[in-house]
Nanobody, 125 residues
């Protein structure tokens, strides 16, 4: 049972990436999923959340509509699309899953059941 984040890479400014958070051994329909990122020398911050119900929330004040979180119909993968990438988006991106039974919604500070290993996103020309 695990989560796996993937899809990162080196992208030029202005480009688009779609990150994937895939579950193995369980489905995500009973979990709230949060994407985080951590840039070098900075604290980890929540980026976006999708609840077990499908409700979506952007967590970054500076999101400016560039981050879109979604889930596939099989409910084993949650995506994070990032548009108009800029160098400030350079970070390791993680996903985390928390069971809906905790009723904590999109809280970024409460304990998660599963973490993905992180995928590096580098925005540079």
């Amino acid at each position: 049972v695990q989560l796996q984040a993937s899809g990162g890479g080196l992208v030029q400014p202005g480009g688009t990436l779609r990150l994937s958070c895939t579950s193995f051994g369980f489905t995500l329909d009973d979990y709230d999923i949060v994407w985080f990122r951590q840039a070098p020398g900075k604290e980890r911050e929540g980026v976006a959340c999708i609840r077990w119900s499908g409700e979506r929330t952007n967590l970054l004040d500076s999101a400016e509509g560039r981050f879109t979180i979604s889930r596939d119909n099989a409910k084993t993968t949650v995506y994070l699309q990032i548009d108009s990438l800029n160098p400030e988006d350079t970070a390791v991106y993680f996903c985390a899953a928390r069971s809906r039974r905790y009723a904590t919604g999109c809280s970024v500070s409460r304990r998660f059941d599963y973490w993905g290993q992180g995928t590096q996103v580098t925005v540079s020309s």
